[in-house]
Nanobody, 124 residues
Framework: QVQLVESGGGLVQAGGSLRLSCAAS????????MGWFRQAPEKEREFVAA????????YSSDSVKGRFTISRDNAKNTVYLQMNSLISEDTSVYYC?????????????????WGQGTQVTVSS
């Protein structure tokens, strides 16, 4: 079972940037497709971006396309979310997730393991 730990969240002004990291405990990390989700207070968890096992394929939600970039470094067992041009609507707790199933998924229930989340707050 893989354990995921997110980091890099914080408070940033609108228009600024943050890079989130998600480190995995397991050496077979490269066998997982990875995703980022976010959840704001009193809202449902929302898909942000996903990346394939080898990093060759990515998919992002329309709300972040062109502003956020997902990437991974399998040698470091880490997936990243580079967030640029942040807006107040991006304020959420951000979670990374790992899926054992082949493919890129936007549904949270397709992911098998989750991190504890990291808070991102964008001030306007």
């Amino acid at each position: 079972q893989v354990q995921l730990v997110e980091s890099g969240g914080g408070l940033v002004q609108a228009g600024g940037s943050l890079r989130l990291s998600c480190a995995a405990s397991e050496g077979t990390y490269s066998s997982y497709n990875m995703g980022w989700f976010r959840q704001a207070p009193e809202k449902e968890r929302e898909f942000v971006a996903a990346i394939s096992r080898d990093g060759g394929r990515t998919y992002s939600s329309d709300s972040v396309k062109g502003r956020f970039t997902i990437s991974r470094d399998n040698a470091k067992n880490t997936v990243y979310l580079q967030m640029n041009s942040l807006i107040s609507e991006d304020t959420s707790v951000y979670y990374c997730a790992a899926s054992e199933t082949y493919g890129l998924f936007i549904e949270a229930d397709r992911y098998d393991y989750w991190g504890q989340g990291t808070q991102v707050t964008v001030s306007s």
